[in-house]
């Protein structure tokens, strides 16, 4: 069975210290939209974008967005459990923004699902002159830890598409039209094959 013309579901959580531009990065994906004064996060916000990619698949992204001030930190279990992918996000111009990413790419490669497709994402390109963490150095830690990497601006939308649409990528999607039940870790309640739940297609229920 092939994956094409077939839609997939996914959760999609946003993690990363406060004011690096999560909900900023959400906006210009879902909304091709910035706004440069933007209030903080409170508690976490959900939004749904959906990419169609080159071979007629459809990956339906459920977004949550959390919020990164520390009084929230106990959340974001909540947010990350069941995840089939996590964006976790830093600022190019705050050192400590990275050590944060890491702290949360810990958490989840100890606590969320064992196959969770985690990006590393180093924000605000448009700010070069003020630069503080060189690509090469965020890019040794992605290989490392084994994440996707992309450097992005949600001002100008630099990488904003291809960032997620990398992710959607990343989706073991032929394994999951090959064996619903036999997925790489993903749970059945959070991925669903819409088709199969519109009754268009075969093959067992999830
Ligand atoms: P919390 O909700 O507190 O966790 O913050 P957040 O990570 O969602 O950050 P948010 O998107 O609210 O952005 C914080 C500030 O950074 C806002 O003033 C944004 O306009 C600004 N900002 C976000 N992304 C970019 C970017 O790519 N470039 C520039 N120059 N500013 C950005
Ligand atoms: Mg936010």
């Known amino acids: 069975m092939s994956t094409q013309g077939?839609?997939?579901?996914?959760?999609?959580?946003?993690?990363?210290?406060?004011?690096?531009?999560?909900?900023?990065?959400?906006?210009?994906?879902v909304k091709d939209h910035f706004d440069e004064y933007r209030e903080s996060?409170?508690?976490?916000?959900?939004?749904?974008?959906?990419?169609?990619?080159?071979d007629n698949t459809t990956v339906k992204f459920e977004i949550w967005d959390t919020a990164g001030q520390e009084r929230y930190k106990s959340l974001a279990p909540m947010y990350y459990r069941g995840a089939n992918c996590a964006v976790v996000v830093y600022d190019i111009t705050q050192t400590s923004s990275l050590d944060k990413a890491k702290s949360w790419v810990d958490e989840l490669q100890r606590q969320a699902d064992p196959d969770i497709v985690i990006a590393l994402a180093g924000?605000?390109?448009?700010?070069?002159?003020?630069?503080?963490i060189e690509t090469k150095t965020a890019q040794e830690y992605a290989d490392e830890a084994g994440l996707l990497f992309f450097e992005t601006s949600a001002k100008t939308a630099h990488n904003v598409?291809?960032?997620?649409?990398?992710?959607?990528?990343?989706?073991?999607?032929?394994?999951?039209?090959?064996?619903?039940?036999?997925?790489?870790?993903?749970?059945?309640?959070?991925?669903?094959?819409?088709?199969?739940?519109?009754?268009?297609?075969?093959?067992?229920?999830c």
């Open 123 to 132: 924000n605000k390109t448009d700010l070069e002159a003020r630069r503080a």
């Open 6 to 29: 077939k839609t997939y579901q996914f959760k999609l959580v946003l993690l990363g210290e406060s004011a690096v531009g999560k909900s900023s990065l959400v906006t210009r994906f």
């Open 41 to 54: 996060t409170i508690g976490a916000a959900f939004l749904a974008q959906t990419i169609s990619l080159d």
């Open 161 to 205: 598409t291809e960032l997620f649409t990398a992710i959607a990528k990343r989706m073991p999607l032929e394994q999951l039209a090959n064996n619903p039940r036999g997925r790489r870790g993903l749970n059945a309640r959070d991925q669903v094959d819409l088709d199969r739940a519109n009754g268009t297609s075969d093959g067992c229920a």
